[in-house]
């Protein structure tokens, strides 16, 4: 079974930074795109940014030139760097990918278990 394992939320203050990582686990194939969400109290589930098996990146304009994903593929990691934090920033942060199990096989979603990032003073 495919299991995804967030690390690294927290309390920081405005101007911070913190360092998400997400890494998959289990029996798996390969892994396409990666994702980071995010969800505040009351509020939809956001995209905050996605990256590519190839390494192309986007973002939400919210956290452009503030927020970086990165991945290691020989760990089957995803990361997320955030910098400049904003109280706005404040929600559980989600990441996803799209699992490809055995060779030539369908993909499949996978969501980790959400980690909470609060930015306040």
């Known amino acids: 079974q495919v299991q995804l394992v967030e690390s690294g939320g927290g309390l920081v203050q405005p101007g911070g930074s913190l360092r998400l990582s997400c890494a998959a686990s289990g029996s798996l194939y390969s892994i396409n795109a990666m994702h980071w969400y995010r969800q505040a109290p009351g509020k939809q589930r956001e995209l905050v940014t996605a990256m590519t098996a190839g390494g192309s990146a986007n973002y939400a304009d919210s956290v452009k030139g503030r927020f970086t994903i990165s991945r290691d593929n020989a760990k089957n990691t995803v990361y997320l760097q955030m910098n400049n934090l904003k109280p706005e920033d404040t929600a559980v942060y989600y990441c996803?990918?799209?699992?490809?199990?055995?060779?030539?096989?369908?993909?499949?979603?996978?969501w980790g278990q959400g980690t909470q990032v609060t930015v306040s003073s």
């Open positions: 996803n990918a799209k699992i490809v199990r055995v060779p030539m096989g369908r993909e499949y979603d996978y």
